[in-house]
């Protein structure tokens, strides 16, 4: 379901109440929830895993983390919190 919103670039409009949310989701857009929240963790390690940079890692999850606002915007999301950043990565090298 993940890949069905947020894995394309296919452009997600509002739904009216007893439509989809979203092509693909069969959840009424009243039955959605009205707070998602994101923990962004495991970007560095994903990236190494595929033989690039931590840094990269770090972009890709940025990238995603756009289409992810823009989808929950349009589906109607009233709220989205995204802790992105804890006290441990302060003691991560400057370049990254």
């Given at each position: 379901m993940w890949r069905k919103l947020f894995g394309?670039?296919?452009?997600?409009?509002?739904?009216s109440s007893k439509e989809p949310a979203s092509?693909?989701?069969?959840?009424?857009?009243?039955?959605?929830?009205?707070?998602i929240a994101i923990v962004m963790d495991g970007n560095g390690r994903w990236a190494?895993?595929?033989?690039s940079s931590r840094s990269a890692g770090h972009e890709a999850g940025a990238r995603t983390?756009?289409?992810?606002?823009?989808?929950?915007s349009d589906m109607g999301?009233?709220?989205l919190t995204?802790?992105?950043?804890?006290t441990?990565?302060?003691?991560?090298?400057?370049r990254e």
């Open positions: 394309g670039d296919a452009e997600h409009k509002p739904a092509p693909g989701l069969s959840v009424p857009q009243n039955m959605l929830p009205r707070h190494t895993a595929k033989g983390l756009k289409r992810i606002v823009r989808a929950a999301i009233e709220v995204v802790y992105a950043f804890s441990e990565n302060w003691k991560r090298p400057h």
